[in-house]
């Protein structure tokens, strides 16, 4: 017993969070997503409406702590109407919320105080593509006629990543990927990634999706890319603000925005390929 607490311990060292509670949060996490998008598919933009939300304010906390004050109720306002934009609008209503919510919020912020405009302005349109037009597409995977079996897909690839980076990353990683912006992660994690989302990718889409599994694959080495370079664009926001983790709402993962960042990436890209597929019926 003592072994096992001592090869734990080692791990969660080597992983910089706590094992258990990082998969209770995930296997409860995906019970939401997947319960609720296969009953109640508005259950679960309402869902994505709050964990879209939950991270925004801790963007703004993170920004605060970094000399930046932004308005988080006018954010909070235009991430509420691109996601409503996205899930009533599809593509064309959340291209148009987007072009009409920035804008009005960068207004906004120079009236309240003109002050570092530039600062906060670039901050908070930031805040919004990120977080809103990104996410936006989540909400247009799942508001479709086979919108389980898309969500699943982008779940799979998105889980297929960042398990296996982390699991060939704890083992045997050794060569860091990127050490001045995410020290923890390494090029072997990268390449457990790859191995992991292409096979993956490949069964999904040839089982679920009733794809060519070649096509499947490809999509998979594409969200291997999308998913890493969403996590490293928040471990370099965090950095350029000095803090650890965006929040700690979620035990062993941090802050929400520490749970989602690979999936903002991601599901533009799942949903350009799957949209692609469906209009040159590949």
């Known amino acids: 017993m003592d072994d096992f607490h001592s090869l734990n311990e080692a791990i969660n060292a ?25 009953f109640a598919k508005f259950l679960f933009a309402i869902f994505v409406w709050v964990a879209i939300l939950l991270a ?24 509420t109407i691109l996601l409503a934009a996205a899930w009533f609008g599809r593509v064309s209503g959340l291209a148009v919320a987007t072009a009409i919510a920035i804008p009005s919020v960068l207004v906004y ?30 909400l247009l995977l799942a508001h479709d006629k086979e919108g389980l079996a898309r969500i ?12 296996f980076a982390y699991i060939f990353g704890v083992l045997i990683g050794k060569h860091p990927l990127a050490p001045h912006i995410s020290p923890k992660k390494t090029w072997e994690g990268l390449i457990g ?7 993956g990718s490949a ?12 096509i499947g694959a490809a999509i998979g080495l594409v969200a291997v890319v999308t998913s890493t370079c969403g996590d490293l664009i928040e471990s370099a926001v965090k950095r350029d603000l000095a803090i650890k983790d965006m929040g700690t709402i979620l035990p062993g993962h941090g802050g929400m925005l520490d749970r989602i960042d690979s999936v903002l990436f991601t599901g533009p890209a799942v949903w350009f390929a799957l949209e692609f597929i469906r209009h040159f019926k590949i």
Not at 152 to 163: E, G, I, K, P
Not at 203 to 214: D, K, N
């Open 203 to 214: 069964l999904v889409f040839q089982y679920a999706l009733g794809h060519t599994w070649w």
């Open 193 to 199: 990634s790859v191995i992991a989302t292409t096979i």
């Open 14 to 38: 080597k992983a910089g969070r706590k094992l258990g509670p990082s998969i209770l949060v995930s296997l409860s996490l995906l019970a939401v997503v997947f319960v609720t998008i296969s």
């Open 109 to 138: 912020i120079l009236f309240k105080n003109p002050k570092d405009f530039v600062r906060k302005s670039t901050a908070a349109a930031f805040a919004i593509f990120y977080l809103a037009f990104l996410g936006g597409f989540i």
């Open 56 to 79: 925004a304010r801790e963007l703004i906390r993170a920004y605060k702590a970094g000399g930046i004050e932004l308005p988080g109720n006018a954010i909070a306002l235009a991430i």
């Open 152 to 163: 699943f897909t982008l779940v799979v690839l998105v889980s297929c990543n960042d398990t």
